[in-house]
């Protein structure tokens, strides 16, 4: 994704979305009365996250953009992409 000025925060955008999406997918469980995966997601909580208001933890906290600059660096990711291990066969 390109943002051409810096009044655009990908990571900021990453976060709203999966909070966006965390929040459908607990619905749409809550709804299916998918208990023990909801209940998964609960223990997957820390005390922190317990004070910050959240009930279940869907994703990971990190994510962490990289402005690219360099060929060199492009590269290196999109090797990793190619060869990431958790990728499906």
Known sequence: MFF???EHDLNKLVGNGKRSIAFEIVNRLSEAKQNE???RL?????AKHIAKGQHHKVFEDSFDAKPIYH???LLQKINYIHLNSVRGE
């Open 4 to 6: 051409p000025t810096e």
């Open 37 to 39: 995966i909801l209940l």
């Open 42 to 46: 609960k223990e997957g909580l820390t």
């Open 71 to 73: 060929r060199a660096f």
